[in-house]
C-alpha cells in the first residue's frame, strides 16, 4: 500500500477494539457461563488473529478470484457465524443482550467514516465510500446517544424510536457495504475503476468488513430481534 500516515492505522485499530468491546461488555450482561457466550469469547480472538495473518500474507491480494477471496474467507464465515446465533441461540442468548449497550455499540461508526475519509485522501478507497460521497453511515453513530437518549430516558423503553434507529440503520449499513463490494478490484467490480477498495485487503483495514461490520450488523439484528419478539419489557 502506498504510504499513509501513521495515526490512520492507530485510530482505526483502537476503533476495531472499541467495537469488540462494546461487543464484550453485552456478552458479560449476558452471562459469560453459556455455550453461546463461551463459543464467542472463543470464536473472537481466532477470527481477529486469522483476519490479520491473512491479510498481512496478502491472500486476498488475488484479483481474479471469482468471488473474491475477501468474501469466501473473510465475509462470508462471519455472517455465517451472524445467522446461527440469530437462530439457535435466540432465547439463550440474544434475548439476554442489553439492548442499551448494542444501541451505543453504533457510535463506532463515526470512528469507522472518518478513516474511510482519510484512507480516500490517501488513494486507498473511492470518495463514493465516504460522507463525501454517498456513503451517509456516519448518520448512524451520530444518532447512536441521541437514540439512547430519547429511547430511554425516563426509565422507559420506547421501541417505536429504537426500531425506527435499528431499521434506517440497516438500510445505510447495507448502502456502504453494496458500494464497497461493487468498487473491490477483482472480474466482478462495478464501481470506481479509477480508485477501487483496496484498503480492505490489507492489515489492519481487513478488519471492517470481516469484523466491525459483522458485530455492526448483529447489533441491529440482535435488537430488531429483541424488540420484535421479546416479551416486555425489553432491557
Same mark, same amino acid.
Not at 47 to 57: D, H, P
Not at 124 to 141: C, H, K, Y
Given at each position: 500500500?502506498?504510504?499513509? #500516515? $501513521?495515526?490512520?492505522?492507530?485510530?482505526?485499530?483502537?476503533?476495531? %477494539?472499541?467495537?469488540?468491546?462494546? @461487543?464484550?461488555?453485552?456478552?458479560?450482561?449476558?452471562?459469560?457461563?453459556?455455550?453461546?457466550? =463461551? @463459543?464467542?469469547?472463543?470464536?473472537?480472538?481466532?477470527?481477529?488473529?486469522?483476519?490479520?495473518?491473512?491479510?498481512?500474507?496478502?491472500?486476498?491480494?488475488?484479483?481474479? $478470484?471469482?468471488? #473474491?477471496?475477501?468474501?469466501? +474467507? =473473510?465475509?462470508? /464465515?462471519?455472517?455465517? *457465524?451472524?445467522?446461527?446465533?440469530?437462530? +439457535?441461540?435466540?432465547?439463550?442468548?440474544?434475548?439476554?443482550? /442489553?439492548?442499551?449497550?448494542?444501541? !451505543?455499540?453504533?457510535?463506532?461508526?463515526?470512528?469507522?467514516?472518518?478513516?474511510?475519509?482519510?484512507?480516500?485522501?490517501?488513494?486507498?478507497?473511492?470518495? !463514493?465510500?465516504?460522507?463525501?460521497?454517498?456513503? +451517509?453511515?456516519?448518520? $448512524? =453513530?451520530?444518532?447512536? /446517544?441521541?437514540?439512547?437518549?430519547?429511547?430511554?430516558? =425516563?426509565?422507559?423503553?420506547?421501541?417505536? *424510536?429504537?426500531?425506527? %434507529?435499528?431499521?434506517?440503520?440497516?438500510?445505510?449499513?447495507?448502502?456502504?457495504?453494496?458500494?464497497?463490494?461493487?468498487?473491490?478490484?477483482? /472480474?466482478?467490480?462495478?464501481?470506481?475503476?479509477?480508485?477501487?477498495?483496496?484498503?480492505?485487503?490489507? %492489515?489492519?483495514?481487513?478488519? @471492517?468488513?470481516?469484523?466491525?461490520? #459483522?458485530?455492526?450488523?448483529?447489533?441491529?439484528?440482535? $435488537?430488531?430481534?429483541?424488540? %420484535?419478539?421479546?416479551?416486555?419489557?425489553?432491557?
Amino acid at each position: 500500500m502506498e504510504a499513509i #500516515p $501513521s495515526y490512520v492505522p492507530i485510530v482505526f485499530i483502537l476503533k476495531t %477494539f472499541a467495537t469488540v468491546g462494546f @461487543l464484550l461488555r453485552a456478552v458479560r450482561r449476558a452471562g459469560l457461563h453459556s455455550f453461546p457466550s =463461551g @463459543l464467542l469469547l472463543f470464536l473472537l480472538p481466532l477470527w481477529i488473529i486469522f483476519q490479520g495473518t491473512v491479510a498481512i500474507g496478502g491472500v486476498y491480494e488475488n484479483f481474479t $478470484s471469482v468471488p #473474491p477471496r475477501l468474501v469466501i +474467507f =473473510g465475509i462470508a /464465515p462471519a455472517i455465517l *457465524v451472524v445467522i446461527i446465533y440469530l437462530i +439457535f441461540f435466540r432465547p439463550s442468548f440474544i434475548e439476554k443482550l /442489553p439492548i442499551k449497550t448494542l444501541t !451505543m455499540l453504533h457510535i463506532v461508526r463515526i470512528p469507522v467514516e472518518l478513516t474511510l475519509y482519510w484512507l480516500f485522501i490517501a488513494g486507498q478507497v473511492p470518495e !463514493m465510500m465516504t460522507f463525501a460521497g454517498r456513503n +451517509f453511515d456516519i448518520l $448512524s =453513530g451520530i444518532a447512536a /446517544p441521541i437514540v439512547f437518549w430519547l429511547a430511554f430516558r =425516563g426509565g422507559e423503553t420506547r421501541r417505536g *424510536v429504537l426500531i425506527a %434507529f435499528n431499521v434506517l440503520g440497516l438500510l445505510l449499513l447495507a448502502n456502504i457495504v453494496s458500494i464497497a463490494a461493487l468498487s473491490l478490484p477483482s /472480474p466482478l467490480q462495478q464501481l470506481n475503476f479509477d480508485q477501487p477498495n483496496r484498503a480492505v485487503l490489507y %492489515f489492519p483495514y481487513v478488519w @471492517l468488513p470481516t469484523l466491525v461490520v #459483522p458485530i455492526v450488523l448483529f447489533a441491529h439484528l440482535a $435488537s430488531l430481534v429483541k424488540l %420484535f419478539l421479546q416479551k416486555p419489557p425489553v432491557r
